[in-house]
């Protein structure tokens, strides 16, 4: 049985925000990088990737979601994880990965948490 991997995209005030939900996996991650990797990021904005349907999660998926780190800081862009599942932090916690991204308990709380950049 597979389960695919949903992928909605929307524009918040601080910026875009995409939500997974299903398995990100060797087989998904690379179309998740590819979109990730192709989005116009300004600098100051901040990219929320939401993991709150998220049910599984491979190493090719923290890939990705490093790949979309490093794709934000390039672009002088912030970076914000939010309402990552238990599976997950687990994975963060053993890798050293907790803090390298800003988690969030939901998008929500990470739209609020963003700081406009001084014009």
Do not use: K, Y
Not at 41 to 55: E, F, K, R
């Amino acid at each position: 049985m597979t389960h695919e991997l949903t992928v909605q995209t929307r524009t918040a005030t601080a910026g875009p925000v995409i939500e997974l939900a299903g398995e990100l996996d060797h087989h998904s991650a690379p179309d998740v990088r590819a979109l990730l990797l192709g989005l116009g990021l300004h600098p100051g904005q901040q990219l929320v990737i939401d993991l709150a349907g998220l049910t599984f999660c491979d190493s090719s998926g923290i890939t990705v979601l490093i790949a979309a780190r490093n794709h934000a800081l390039q672009a002088e862009a912030d970076i914000a994880l939010a309402a990552v599942p238990d599976h997950v932090s687990r994975i963060f916690r053993t890798v050293g990965l907790e803090r390298v991204f800003t988690i969030h308990p939901d998008a929500r709380a990470a739209e609020a948490a963003w700081t406009p950049p001084a014009s």
